[in-house]
């Protein structure tokens, strides 16, 4: 790498007088042809001379900086290499550690998800229990205690109805790091996937344009044939 950056540099500083004396040849043809009147044939000759020469010297200049342009053009491709070299380890930790936050933040979704099913459970259990034991109640003669227990059972539906969810936990602040919700494709079957959906083709199955629109819809939409998941995406900045 040094040596090859030494190269370039000698290249252009052996160069530079050689360079300089092109310019100044150049200036000398461009001030020429400012003065230069066509009034006969033979000034017309003497103008195709004299476009020939300027031609001539401008494929000379093109041929002097090419192996500068091809050693620089070579130096420019190690020192991508080298530095495609140097950021591959810090490419692949910071794959890791977000790999490990989004983890985490999916882990804490599928507990919340979890802790909340088993509350709806409970209480479409509640509900039930509550119905059986008014009509039991309701039976044997029991009113009072009957509509107490139709009371539970109002209780129990009007907290289902609520949704009975818990609040989504947002993750938790950290400086540098963001967060935003993705969608992952879990399965795909697609004899089931239709050909057209919301005006979008998407087959055969175009992956794109179905997390296009699951993104669109913000998790909302449903697709036959296609099963997706919510997760979290983990961004840094330094």
Do not use: W
Not at 150 to 162: G, L, W
């Amino acid at each position: 790498m040094e040596e090859n950056k030494e190269t370039v540099v000698a290249v252009i500083q052996n160069n530079e007088t050689d360079g300089e004396n092109y310019v100044s040849v150049g200036v000398g043809y461009k001030e020429e042809v400012q003065h230069f009147k066509i009034t006969d044939d033979d000034a017309y000759a003497e103008a195709g001379k004299l476009g020939s020469k300027i031609k001539g010297k401008t494929s000379e200049v093109t041929e002097f900086f090419k192996p500068l342009k091809a050693a620089a053009h070579q130096a420019h491709k190690k020192i991508c290499d080298r530095e495609k070299e140097v950021l591959k380890p810090f490419v692949e930790a910071e794959k890791t550690i977000k790999r490990a936050m989004n983890s985490y933040l999916d882990e804490k979704e599928k507990k919340r998800r979890s802790e909340e099913a088993y509350i709806k459970k409970m209480a479409q259990q509640s509900l039930e229990e509550s119905i059986n034991k008014a009509t039991e109640l309701e039976a044997n003669g029991k009113i009072k205690e009957a509509e107490e227990a139709m009371e539970e059972a109002i209780i129990a539906e009007n907290f289902q109805k609520s949704g009975a969810s818990l609040p989504v936990q947002s993750a938790p602040t950290v400086k540098g790091v963001s967060t935003t919700k993705d969608y992952e494709i879990v399965s795909v079957d697609s004899s089931k996937v239709p050909i057209v959906f919301n005006g979008v083709e998407i087959r055969p199955v175009d992956m794109s344009a179905v997390k296009k629109l699951i993104k669109n819809s913000k998790g909302t939409i449903e697709i036959e044939g296609i099963e997706y998941r919510e997760v979290n995406k983990v961004s840094l900045r330094k």
